[in-house]
């Protein structure tokens, strides 16, 4: 999949680092999400359904992650964690390249917030984000096969089918799985 979008520019290094929705609170980990992003990220469930996610998850992967995030390059990448106001955190989103590949955003939502709308709230939210604030024009994502409830999500945020399946590794699976590819044009 070739996917075109504009060059990073320096009038849109700067921008916000947190995301509001209305029910929803997009911001970057800290040290004290270690205990919720170690829960949530825990479950195979959720995992199984990342390609960089690894299973079991433990604090230590946590507080790897956070410390990650931190380093990243913000003009290239930006992760977030996803809150409620009564529920706290119930899941994370980003946006990565993968090597040589397009913009890509990826999600997940912890088991108990499931089937709330979080996921779609969160991806358009940050999507607007992206196109507003970060100047973005083009973003690209996929859902393994068999996960139909995120292909449900990215259909609904507005991404259309590629047509193209990617074969991707799955670490929590430790295999391969077939990856239905979708991009966004802002």
């Not at 060059?7 to 609170?25: D, F, G, M, Y």
């Not at 990220?41 to 998850?57: E, V």
């Amino acid at each position: 999949m070739c996917v075109i979008d504009r060059p990073e520019t320096t009038a849109k290094l700067q921008a916000r680092s947190e995301i509001r929705t209305e029910r929803l609170h997009l911001r970057p980990p800290a040290a004290g999400d270690v205990p919720a992003l170690t829960r949530f990220a825990g479950d195979y469930a959720i995992a199984c359904m990342t390609t960089r996610m690894p299973h079991p998850y433990a604090e230590a992967d946590a507080r790897q992650f956070v410390t990650l995030v931190a380093r990243q390059d913000t003009a290239r990448e930006r992760t977030f964690v996803i809150e409620t106001d009564g529920e706290g955190l119930v899941g994370c989103i980003g946006f990565h390249r993968m090597a040589g590949g397009p913009l890509e955003i990826g999600y997940w939502i912890g088991r108990p917030h499931w089937g709330q709308g979080y996921a779609t709230e969160a991806v358009r939210g940050a999507l607007l984000w992206a196109s507003q604030d970060w100047g973005r024009r083009a973003i690209a994502s996929g859902h393994f096969a068999d996960n139909a409830p995120s292909a449900k999500v990215l259909v609904k945020s507005g991404f259309l089918y590629t047509g193209e399946v990617q074969i991707r590794h799955s670490r929590a699976r430790g295999e391969a799985a077939p990856t239905r590819m979708m991009v966004w044009l802002a």
